[in-house]
């Protein structure tokens, strides 16, 4: 079965820091993995998807994230943090096949101090 | 191309009653999927619709039903329900069934909480 482990359910920064969000997943098989950020009383929006071509992946707003089989992890980084960036951020996980759903990490909020 | 809407977007009910949510998912989208989502247990998986069939679930009890139109817009109902049932639910839509690393987009949600 897959799974996501995003540790620490916190996480703050200084404006302009690098910012690490970690993502461990479990599949048995190759995985397609996301990350989304959801900004308050808001849906969940797509920051970049990993789906086996290259391993380093690009998204919105400067993020980026780079998949590791060995370390089965995927962990999203962004060089320098703004105040718009804090948000909640989640870390997925599907497989394919007939049955495939999307599996969330438990998430990860990411404050921003001035 | 408007977004995935979801209404209402908040809504009161006491325990014992039953509710239904709406989702209008991203014209052209076939798939539509509803999650849960809860301080305590994050993000769960509750069901996903495609073409009118519902092709996955998870594991939640069966007070928790969907269904979907040949429009694709989608609800779902729960009956009989429990404080537990407080939570945000998100309904997601895709252009293809969600395998294959389609990406899905996400409605704001609709607020629900059970007094």
């Known amino acids: 079965a897959q799974s996501v482990t995003q540790l620490g359910s916190h996480v703050s920064v200084s404006e302009g820091a690098l910012v690490l969000l970690r993502c461990n997943y479990s599949?048995?098989?190759?995985?397609?993995l996301f990350w989304y950020v959801q900004y308050p009383n808001q849906g969940l929006q797509l920051l970049l998807k990993y789906t086996s071509a290259a391993t380093l992946v690009k998204g919105i707003n400067g993020f980026e994230a780079e998949f590791k089989k060995s370390e089965t992890s995927f962990h999203l980084t962004k060089p320098s943090a703004h105040m718009s960036d804090a948000a909640e951020y989640f870390c997925?996980?599907?497989?394919?096949?007939?049955?495939?759903?999307?599996?969330f990490g438990k998430g990860i909020t990411l404050s921003v101090r001035p | 191309k408007a977004g995935v809407t979801q209404t209402p977007r908040y809504l009161i009910k006491t325990r014992g009653q039953q509710v239904t949510l709406s989702c209008s998912p991203i014209?052209?989208?076939?798939?539509v999927s509803w999650y849960q989502q809860t301080p305590g247990q994050g993000l769960q998986f509750l069901f996903e619709?495609?073409?009118?069939?519902?092709?996955n679930k998870g594991n939640f009890p069966g007070r928790f039903s969907g269904r979907q139109f040949s429009n694709s817009r989608s609800e779902m109902n729960v009956s009989t329900l429990e404080l537990g049932d407080s939570a945000l639910y998100l309904c997601?839509?895709?252009?293809?069934?969600?395998?294959?690393?389609?990406?899905?987009?996400f409605g704001p949600g609709t607020r629900l909480t059970v007094l």
């Open positions: 997601a839509s895709s252009e293809q069934v969600v395998s294959n690393g389609n990406e899905q987009f």
């Open positions: 014209s052209g989208h076939r798939s």
């Open positions: 599949s048995s098989v190759p995985p397609y």
């Open positions: 997925a996980v599907s497989e394919s096949g007939a049955n495939s759903k999307l599996t």
């Open positions: 619709y495609f073409s009118e069939t519902q092709r």
